[in-house]
């Protein structure tokens, strides 16, 4: 059995396009940006972007294009997909896209206040996801300072006759 499989998680460079096939099933277009840190051989710190284009259908395409926009984090799990057409010119030319299985929105980079994404983080957009309305903004960031409280794990001893293997 082969895989083809792709996980990005980055932010849109651009509001996602919104279209119909002949059909009339949704498609949606739009592009991420990834970055890579790394430390070259003398140790300096280097960054490096990479650009990938992505593709939804149906309803996940109607909900990509209603609630992101450019700078949006997103989180994609699809499988690569390479088209070819030939120009005006002739010239065959190729794209590289993600046709993406599962999109889930990342925090809202405007408004909830909070460090842990605001009310808008971890929405899915994937089959059984729904996603709902937000409050308003005063019920919103009393909720969100309600939801600051720590939590905390009960202490347990690991034992070594306990663990199976």
């Given at each position: 059995m082969y895989i083809n499989k792709a996980f990005v998680y980055g932010n849109l460079t651009r509001d996602p396009e919104l279209r119909s096939l002949p059909s009339?099933?949704?498609?949606?277009?739009?592009?991420?940006?990834?970055?890579?840190?790394?430390?070259?051989?003398?140790?300096?710190k280097r960054e490096d972007a990479e650009f990938h284009n992505i593709v939804t259908f149906g309803k996940q395409a109607e909900l990509v294009s209603q609630y992101l926009r450019k700078g949006s984090a997103v989180f994609i799990e699809g499988r690569l997909q390479t088209r070819s057409w030939d120009d005006a010119n002739g010239?065959?030319?190729?794209?590289?896209?993600?046709?993406?299985?599962?999109?889930?929105?990342?925090?809202?980079?405007?408004?909830?206040?909070?460090?842990?994404?605001?009310?808008?983080?971890?929405k899915n957009v994937a089959g059984k996801g729904a996603v709902s309305g937000n409050a308003s903004a005063s019920t919103s960031s009393a909720q969100s300072s309600e939801a600051l409280e720590t939590i905390e794990y009960p202490e347990e001893e690991n034992k070594i006759d306990d663990i199976p293997f």
């Open positions: 009339g099933n949704a498609v949606a277009n739009f592009a991420v940006a990834t970055n890579r840190v790394w430390k070259d051989r003398e140790g300096v010239v065959k030319k190729y794209r590289t896209e993600i046709v993406a299985d599962r999109v889930q929105f990342g925090p809202r980079s405007g408004g909830g206040g909070s460090a842990g994404g605001g009310e808008y983080a971890g």
